[in-house]
């Protein structure tokens, strides 16, 4: 385990010093932008509609019932950007296009293609990881934001046509507005492109790892989405003991 | 042998051990192939042609001894800059998201070596030179083993190497395409004068192409010399690798 954490961190760091390269790599995480946001953005946004419907729908009767319907708006509003948007929307992303990422470099290092690169004199952490460590950091912020906006809508739908709820949009959106700063929507930007850094510099290194054929690669893509996912549930604690500090 | 040329480069390996988990697979090889030459280790399967070749080309690092390209250590900084090497790998490692035509221009492009327009007449040359004109725009995984064969061995061209490695050039290939494509190794030598260094199991190929033969049997070299000492060998494991038939009666 300890052999992998410092792998992973000797990959995390290759890849700072290939930054100057993006300029040079600007197609690839394009490509990588268009694959991430075609393959999760409708999948995120559903997501997002039903977590903010059932945040209302567990919190909503219970604030009604204390005569706190007027703080459902700020509850969801709160929960959704700063915990819950970039917390699903990583897992989504872990799932999606991390296993993605480990399976199709996974499948390049079995096939002999990453050795292809290296005798050509070409960086595989240039010409792979970087793109993709790139791309996911650019996209998930912003799957992130789309996630904050369409999660408040769902929690607003409930709050609206629950009938043990049942507060006006106008209602749910003024407290939400009073409770949820710019600041807090930051807070939650801040976590996701954490969160994207580790799931691309897990999977990439996973994949680079695999080892064998077709049962490497899907050994590679399982340890590729479980360690993201337990790495983003960990780091969220720490992150946000860390952040409640600019509070 | 042609006269020797000015863009190949010599290859020498001394002392070479390797083992994986414990067990050695290459114990000690020493062998010195010079520039423009066709080298060809054969040997069965399993006896370390391919991890000798991994180590020619720096894919893998000895636990003893060292590789020497040009007289300098392969692991050296700065080597794989000044010695432009290429290997054509077994299964020819076309990356397959990429056309045919991206494949074989990838290391100009990559290296920004040419613009745009220049790397397609590039990659239309080198395709033409090994008969696959016209398939810039195909997949890897719409082509038969052969061509991927053809595309690798042209996207090894496009770097101008001064060394060549082939693994297993003709495995997997009915006769007529073994014959063409040990015909182009031939043929690429004469025209780029780089040293080549082929990976076989295949006698035909070999003895057909070899300037100089070297067998390999369970991580040591046995012999080396020209087509005509091999033959001439009285080593029973060489002979009876060189002479091995398929027959109901052979009690092997």
Same mark, same amino acid.
């Given at each position: 385990?300890?052999?992998?954490?410092?792998?992973?961190?000797?990959?995390?760091?290759?890849?700072?010093?290939?930054?100057?390269?993006?300029?040079?790599?600007?197609?690839?995480?394009?490509?990588?932008?268009?694959?991430?946001?075609?393959?999760?953005?409708?999948?995120?946004?559903?997501?997002?509609?039903?977590?903010?419907?059932? +945040?209302?729908?567990?919190?909503?009767?219970?604030? !009604?019932?204390?005569?706190? =319907?007027?703080? @459902? $708006?700020? *509850?969801? &509003?709160?929960?959704?950007?700063?915990?819950?948007?970039?917390?699903?929307?990583?897992?989504?992303?872990?799932?999606?296009?991390?296993?993605?990422?480990?399976?199709?470099?996974?499948?390049?290092?079995?096939?002999?293609?990453?050795?292809?690169?290296?005798?050509?004199?070409?960086?595989?952490?240039?010409?792979?990881?970087?793109?993709? +460590?790139?791309?996911?950091?650019?996209?998930?912020? !912003?799957?992130?934001?789309? =996630?904050?906006? @369409? $999660?408040? *809508?769902? &929690?607003?739908?409930?709050?609206?046509?629950?009938?043990?709820?049942?507060?006006?949009?106008?209602?749910?959106?003024?407290?939400?507005?009073?409770?949820?700063?710019?600041?807090?929507?930051?807070?939650?930007?801040?976590?996701?492109?954490?969160?994207?850094?580790?799931?691309?510099?897990?999977?990439?290194?996973?994949?680079?790892?695999?080892?064998?054929?077709?049962?490497?690669?899907?050994?590679?893509?399982?340890?590729?989405?479980?360690?993201?996912?337990?790495?983003?549930?960990?780091?969220?604690?720490?992150?946000?003991?860390?952040?409640?500090?600019?509070? | 042998?042609?006269?020797?040329?000015?863009?190949?480069?010599?290859?020498?390996?001394?002392?070479?051990?390797?083992?994986?988990?414990?067990?050695?697979?290459?114990?000690?090889?020493?062998?010195?192939?010079?520039?423009?030459?066709?080298?060809?280790?054969?040997?069965?399967?399993?006896?370390?042609?391919?991890?000798?070749?991994?180590?020619?080309?720096?894919?893998?690092?000895?636990?003893?001894?060292?590789?020497?390209?040009?007289?300098?250590?392969?692991?050296?900084?700065?080597?794989?800059?000044?010695?432009?090497?290429?290997?054509?790998?077994?299964?020819?490692?076309?990356?397959?998201?990429?056309?045919?035509?991206?494949?074989?221009?990838?290391?100009?492009?990559?290296?920004?070596?040419?613009?745009?327009?220049?790397?397609?007449?590039?990659?239309?040359?080198?395709?033409?030179?090994?008969?696959?004109?016209?398939?810039?725009?195909?997949?890897?995984?719409?082509?038969?083993?052969?061509?991927?064969?053809?595309?690798?061995?042209?996207?090894?061209?496009?770097?101008?190497?001064?060394?060549?490695?082939?693994?297993?050039?003709?495995?997997?290939?009915?006769?007529?395409?073994?014959?063409?494509?040990?015909?182009?190794?031939?043929?690429?030598?004469?025209?780029?004068?780089?040293?080549?260094?082929?990976?076989?199991?295949?006698?035909?190929?070999?003895?057909?192409?070899?300037?100089?033969?070297?067998?390999?049997?369970?991580?040591?070299?046995?012999?080396?010399?020209?087509?005509?000492?091999?033959?001439?060998?009285?080593?029973?494991?060489?002979?009876?690798?060189?002479?091995?038939?398929?027959?109901?009666?052979?009690?092997?």
């Amino acid at each position: 385990m300890f052999q992998s954490i410092g792998e992973l961190i000797v990959l995390f760091w290759k890849t700072i010093l290939a930054l100057p390269f993006t300029w040079r790599q600007r197609r690839k995480v394009f490509d990588q932008l268009f694959e991430i946001g075609n393959a999760s953005l409708l999948m995120a946004c559903i997501l997002a509609m039903f977590i903010g419907g059932v +945040v209302a729908l567990q919190t909503g009767p219970v604030l !009604v019932e204390r005569g706190l =319907a007027s703080a @459902v $708006g700020g *509850l969801v &509003g709160l929960s959704i950007c700063k915990e819950l948007a970039p917390v699903m929307m990583s897992i989504l992303i872990a799932g999606r296009i991390g296993s993605a990422m480990a399976a199709e470099i996974g499948s390049m290092r079995a096939y002999q293609e990453i050795d292809a690169l290296k005798t050509m004199n070409i960086n595989p952490v240039h010409y792979l990881v970087l793109p993709r +460590v790139l791309a996911i950091s650019l996209a998930l912020p !912003v799957l992130v934001i789309f =996630a904050i906006v @369409v $999660g408040w *809508l769902g &929690g607003g739908f409930v709050s609206v046509f629950n009938h043990e709820i049942a507060i006006t949009f106008q209602a749910y959106f003024n407290n939400l507005r009073s409770v949820v700063g710019l600041d807090d929507v930051f807070n939650g930007l801040i976590k996701s492109f954490v969160f994207a850094v580790v799931i691309g510099t897990v999977s990439c290194h996973q994949g680079l790892q695999t080892i064998g054929g077709p049962r490497g690669i899907g050994r590679s893509v399982t340890k590729a989405v479980v360690n993201s996912i337990v790495m983003i549930l960990i780091l969220d604690y720490f992150l946000t003991r860390f952040l409640l500090y600019f509070d | 042998m042609p006269e020797k040329p000015s863009s190949s480069v010599s290859v020498e390996v001394r002392g070479l051990h390797k083992s994986f988990r414990g067990q050695p697979v290459l114990k000690g090889i020493n062998l010195q192939v010079d520039q423009g030459e066709i080298f060809v280790v054969m040997g069965p399967s399993g006896s370390g042609k391919t991890v000798l070749l991994k180590h020619i080309i720096g894919l893998e690092k000895p636990d003893e001894g060292e590789i020497l390209i040009g007289g300098e250590p392969v692991h050296a900084e700065g080597v794989m800059d000044r010695h432009r090497m290429a290997m054509v790998f077994q299964s020819g490692a076309l990356l397959n998201s990429l056309t045919v035509g991206e494949n074989v221009g990838l290391y100009l492009a990559e290296h920004r070596l040419k613009p745009d327009s220049e790397i397609a007449t590039v990659v239309a040359e080198k395709l033409a030179l090994v008969g696959l004109e016209g398939l810039e725009d195909r997949y890897p995984g719409e082509l038969s083993g052969g061509m991927k064969k053809r595309v690798a061995i042209a996207r090894a061209l496009v770097i101008e190497p001064e060394l060549i490695l082939y693994d297993e050039p003709t495995s997997e290939l009915d006769p007529l395409m073994a014959i063409t494509v040990g015909e182009e190794i031939v043929k690429l030598r004469e025209t780029t004068h780089a040293t080549s260094i082929v990976v076989t199991h295949d006698r035909d190929l070999g003895f057909g192409i070899a300037d100089r033969i070297a067998l390999m049997w369970e991580g040591e070299i046995l012999f080396i010399g020209t087509p005509g000492d091999v033959r001439k060998n009285s080593n029973p494991l060489l002979q009876e690798f060189i002479t091995a038939e398929f027959g109901l009666t052979n009690k092997r």
